[in-house]
């Protein structure tokens, strides 16, 4: 459609919105309804991802949100494109993750006529967001937009859907467009006031175990540091939440341990939920009195009134940051705590290093490797090439490289326990990161949801590693038959051994199959090299998860 100058359509308002308030890049796959957004795309500075299938690009957007702290925006088409895209939001609820979904939708002229992908498309996204609604006039999707990007940052960040219908997104504008970014735009900061930090520190001063745990979003780079500097500060420990393993996270090594004998619990937007066994014994003491600060009222209301020392409003990252401005003014205060005789803060570092010594010695059959000696592979590689980012997914093969590797960013699929995710989050990391090694490591089944992905990351040019630890099955599940139904009724969890690494070759990528441990180190370092996305099918051991517990020391 020709533009008249000085009329902009409604996808130039929304495009222009974007771009106006610092998007970047969107991820994307084409539709009816959003081609006139496209169109609009075009000679702007925001750069186009698009792929393969619409979760994808959510999760992508999700990986951008979680790596920078700004919004990751999708876009998507309505109808069956909304709703795949859509499925990806609960990830990034969970796991606070700011996105933007943008979806097309019919045009609201044809609304209640069966019109074309007809869908009531806000109403299916609302419980998987913060905010879901669709556009009603083509003079507020400037402010529509604005709004969405502001509550997607603020309080808790995560995700918020806005569909556009395409009569809207075609039709010219009736006034002026703004000159200037919508009022709606500005974020409120939720900074603890100043007597509840206070109250919090009293508390603390009180407190002979104290652990301050923190949520999702205190677990990205930026929130990583406000915790170690709040750690530093008050000399206490200081640990983040972000898996649906819970106090059984093996990047927490024996971290339930000293969970269940912590007198006090400072929640710094961490939800009590299922991750922390709902603060029931006995992963949590009956006698544990609870500090809770969030943004969300509701979040505080969880914890039994009865248990709740201090309670009060505010964002975590804020939060994070007012507590040890407080500890840095005062640091006497953390010296007068009271002691139990032994040194907590130490004791607490050396739960969560601790791992098994007896790993060391874990070997595959031949023919397969261990899932250990896949990650001290990995381990080994990240080692040879600093600065990289490692993502992890899958079933049980997921949860050992939490326990294994160490990079300076890591992306995990998160509370939501969703599987999936890892390939189109390799994609988003490679794009924000152009330079340091990218590697995933996932299972079999997990390869088969986004394996098209490497088709993207070939035409975008976006090497990375998947280290995919081949098992044949849906382990995590199956592990579940074994465990509650005995291995007579273990059923409807078996795979091939499929040549992942030859679909991957298909779509013109590197792959390779890896049997032997020896190999890996060469295997790893050839898929680097080749500067293309690469999948290492790595056959292992089909074994448990690990759930670390330090050996009882019996007493003298
Ligand atoms: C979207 C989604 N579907 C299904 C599940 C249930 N689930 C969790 S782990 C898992 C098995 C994953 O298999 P694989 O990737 O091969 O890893 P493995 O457990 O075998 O190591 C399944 C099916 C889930 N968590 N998310
Ligand atoms: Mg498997």
């Excluded at 609201?108 to 609302?126: H, M, N, P, T, Y």
Aim: negative net charge.
């Amino acid at each position: 459609m020709d533009q008249s100058p000085g009329r902009p359509r409604g996808a130039d308002i929304v495009v222009e919105t974007l771009e106006r308030l610092g998007v970047r890049r969107i991820f994307t796959l084409s539709g009816n309804h959003i081609m006139p957004i496209f169109d609009a795309l075009l000679g702007t500075d925001i750069a186009v991802v698009h792929v393969r299938q619409e979760a994808a690009c959510v999760h992508m957007a999700d990986a951008w949100g979680r790596l920078t702290g700004e919004v990751g925006v999708a876009l998507v088409t309505g109808g069956q494109g909304q709703t795949n895209g859509a499925a990806a939001l609960f990830t990034a609820l969970a796991a606070e993750s700011p996105v933007l979904l943008l979806s097309g939708h019919a045009g609201l002229s044809e609304i209640g006529r069966g019109a074309f992908q007809e869908l009531a498309q806000a109403d299916i996204a609302r419980p998987m967001t913060k905010a879901s609604w669709t556009a009603a006039s083509v003079d507020t999707l400037a402010d529509d937009i604005a709004r969405a990007l502001r509550i997607a940052r603020e309080g808790r960040p995560g995700p918020v859907h806005l569909s556009l219908p395409v009569d809207l997104l075609e039709a010219p504008a009736q006034a002026a467009p703004p000159s200037s970014a919508p009022a709606e735009a500005a974020i409120r900061a939720g900074e603890p006031g100043a007597d509840l930090v206070a109250a919090v520190m009293a508390e603390l001063g009180r407190a002979r175990r104290p652990l301050i745990l923190c949520g999702p979003v205190a677990c990205g780079a930026a929130g990583r540091a406000r915790m170690a500097a709040l750690e530093a500060a008050s000399g206490l420990p200081v640990l983040g939440m972000e898996s649906p393993r819970g106090l059984n996270d093996p990047s927490l090594g024996a971290f339930a341990e000293v969970l269940a004998q912590a007198d006090c619990l400072v929640l710094v937007g961490k939800p009590l939920d299922f991750t922390l066994k709902f603060g029931e014994a006995p992963a949590v003491a009956p006698a544990c009195r609870f500090v809770v600060i969030d943004p969300d009222p509701a979040l505080v209301a969880r914890v039994d009134p009865a248990r709740l020392a201090v309670a009060g409003a505010g964002d975590a990252l804020a939060t994070l940051a007012a507590l040890a401005r407080s500890c840095r003014a005062r640091p006497s205060d953390a010296a007068r705590r009271p002691g139990d005789g032994t040194d907590w803060p130490a004791a607490v570092r050396a739960a969560v290093a601790y791992r098994p010594a007896d790993w060391d010695d874990r070997r595959g059959p031949e023919g397969r490797l261990h899932p250990v000696e896949l990650c001290r592979g990995v381990a080994a590689f990240l080692d040879r090439h600093p600065g990289g980012t490692l993502i992890c997914d899958g079933g049980e093969i997921g949860q050992w490289p939490q326990a294994l590797v160490q990079a300076p960013r890591r992306l995990i699929n998160g509370v939501s326990g969703t599987i999936g995710a890892s390939l189109p989050f390799a994609l988003a990391a490679r794009l924000h990161d152009p330079a340091g090694p990218v590697v995933a490591v996932l299972g079999d089944g997990t390869f088969g949801f986004h394996m098209a992905e490497f088709d993207t990351a070939v035409r975008y040019g976006l090497p990375f590693i998947a280290v995919v630890g081949n098992d044949a099955r849906w382990n995590a599940e199956y592990q579940i038959q074994l465990r509650q139904y005995g291995a007579a009724r273990a059923r409807h969890c078996d795979l091939l051994s499929s040549r992942y690494d030859r679909v991957v070759t298909a779509l013109g990528g590197h792959g390779a199959l890896v049997t032997r441990a020896e190999d890996l180190p060469g295997a790893l370092e050839e898929a680097h090299a080749s500067g293309l996305p690469a999948c290492l099918n790595v056959l292992i051991e089909s074994v448990p998860a690990p759930v670390i517990r330090r050996p009882k020391v019996s007493a003298p």
